[in-house]
């Protein structure tokens, strides 16, 4: 009998896939319906905040005085991405798999949380906020598939 022998991950990248990607497990029909990924409470957060975020003192010093119109605009920029990328959700997990299409959403939207929070100018913030966008259409569509 041959002895059994280990086996090695092919990439560094696919050991720290292994080790440190856990994405927690979606509600079953028997499950309480209280239960929420934290995954699905990010996008929640963010659309609830940023509208008195761009209203406070220190939003107006860096980024200037808002219109009504570029407040609105700041606000909603997440959304409009996040609808179109979620059309191509399904097909990049059924691709690559539903766990790394999540975790690949999830990385694209902590990309854009990066340059969001990281921005020093207004069209910066805007484009943070539509690769966050991005990013969650493509996490959120694959976890409520």
Known sequence: MAPT????PTSNVNLLWRCFV????LPTPSSPPTFTPPLLILPRLDTGTIGPLTTMPQFATTFGSLSSTVHGLVVSTILIPAALSSFFGGHLANKVGR???IALGAAVFGIGAAVEASSVKLGMLIAGRVVKGIG???FLSTCVV
């Open 5 to 8: 022998t280990k086996i090695r």
């Open 22 to 25: 856990r994405v927690p497990p």
């Open 99 to 101: 766990l790394r299409g």
């Open 136 to 138: 969650e259409g493509l």
